[in-house]
T-cell receptor
Framework: AQKVTQAQTEISVVEKEDVTLDCVYE???????LFWYKQPPSGELVFLIR??????QNEISGRYSWNFQKSTSSFNFTITASQVVDSAVYFC?????????????FGAGTQVVVTP | KAGVTQTPRYLIKTRGQQVTLSCSPI?????VSWYQQTPGQGLQFLFE???????NKGNFPGRFSGRQFSNSRSEMNVSTLELGDSALYLC??????????????FGPGTRLTVL
């Protein structure tokens, strides 16, 4: 069975501080895909980044970066120089190749509050 | 490209009624999936449709059903509504031609309130 754990319920930072969101996942499949989504107060889930299990290269995309480590089953996400518009709930999600037809297993989410 | 659209955005129903929600995927996307989001249970997978066939189903009672049309648009139906069905219902679409690259993109959701 798949499981995604986001232990941080809420993180509060002041603008321009960096924010790192933790995500730990469990799956028995060797091929899987990890995602981060952002949900602003409007409710829509906005896709941010994805990482495939066979590609452990960590990257930076603008103010976003991620650290994928298969050895510890973690997929952490960092927002650099946070802005008020980054205030939202962030979800980590897992999709396993063996779980056919694309079911996403979500974590509980982390509320990020950025104050000016 | 237009994103995933969902109608209506808000609904208020009473217990015992039924409701139909609609989802139009991104053009060219052939798969549509549905999720329920509640404060207590978080985001839970309902089902996914591809080529007008249900391909995967979550752990929900039979009151929750769906269908997909030939143009990939999808509807979900909830019959005999219960108070616990109050939730944000999110629809997502994806291309499905290559698991290593396709990603679910979500619509704005339909907020259902059952009184």
């Amino acid at each position: 069975a798949q499981k995604v754990t986001q232990a941080q319920t809420e993180i509060s930072v002041v603008e321009k501080e960096d924010v790192t969101l933790d995500c730990v996942y469990e799956t028995r499949d060797t091929t899987y895909y990890l995602f981060w989504y952002k949900q602003p107060p409007s409710g829509e889930l906005v896709f941010l980044i994805r990482r495939n299990s066979f590609d452990e290269q960590n990257e930076i995309s603008g103010r976003y970066s991620w650290n994928f480590q298969k050895s510890t089953s973690s997929f952490n996400f960092t927002i650099t120089a946070s802005q008020v518009v980054d205030s939202a709930v962030y979800f980590c999600a897992l999709r396993s190749e063996g779980d056919s037809w694309g079911k996403l297993q979500f974590g509980a989410g982390t509320q990020v509050v950025v104050t000016p | 490209k237009a994103g995933v659209t969902q109608t209506p955005r808000y609904l208020i129903k009473t217990r015992g009624q039924q409701v139909t929600l609609s989802c139009s995927p991104i053009s060219g996307h052939r798969s549509v999936s549905w999720y329920q989001q509640t404060p207590g249970q978080g985001l839970q997978f309902l089902f996914e449709y591809f080529s007008e066939t249900q391909r995967n189903k979550g752990n929900f009672p039979g009151r929750f059903s769906g269908r997909q049309f030939s143009n990939s648009r999808s509807e979900m139906n909830v019959s005999t509504l219960e108070l616990g069905d109050s939730a944000l219902y999110l629809c997502a679409s994806r291309w499905t031609e290559a698991s290593s690259t396709d990603t679910q993109y979500f619509g704005p959701g339909t907020r259902l309130t059952v009184l």
